[in-house]
Nanobody
């Protein structure tokens, strides 16, 4: 399975962006992670195939929403009320294993190339 992320860019504080990640095949859990300069990769959000179960990091709760369109094998991350600390390269990830919306990177088998989000103050 190949993942292609898009939608990153430069936005001002308080603005919004929507990231997309298209998968070349069917997946069960899809998630987003991010890595800021000089920091370790961290979990952002995840969603199961049915969309009925989601998980998100405390730092983005209430601001970011994950969703998916299984007909398009695509996961989205709607990011609102963006802050400078959201600046990072965002990676989508996926697994075909039947898991919950896991925040652990080791549980994902496929990773996209990353898309840069820059939030200016």
């Amino acid at each position: 399975v190949q993942l292609q992320a898009s939608g990153g860019g430069l936005v001002q504080t308080g603005g919004s962006l929507r990231l997309s990640c298209a998968a070349s095949g069917r997946t069960y859990v899809m998630g987003w992670f991010r890595q800021a300069p000089g920091k370790e990769r961290e979990f952002v959000a995840a969603i199961t195939w049915s969309g009925g179960s989601t998980n998100s990091a405390d730092s983005v709760k209430g601001r970011f929403t994950i969703s998916r369109d299984n007909a398009k094998n695509t996961v989205y991350l709607q990011m609102n009320s963006l802050k400078p600390e959201d600046t990072a390269v965002y990676y989508c990830a996926a697994t075909q294993r039947v898991l919950g919306p896991t925040p652990l990177g080791v549980n994902y088998d496929y990773w996209g190339q990353g898309t840069l989000v820059t939030v200016s103050s």
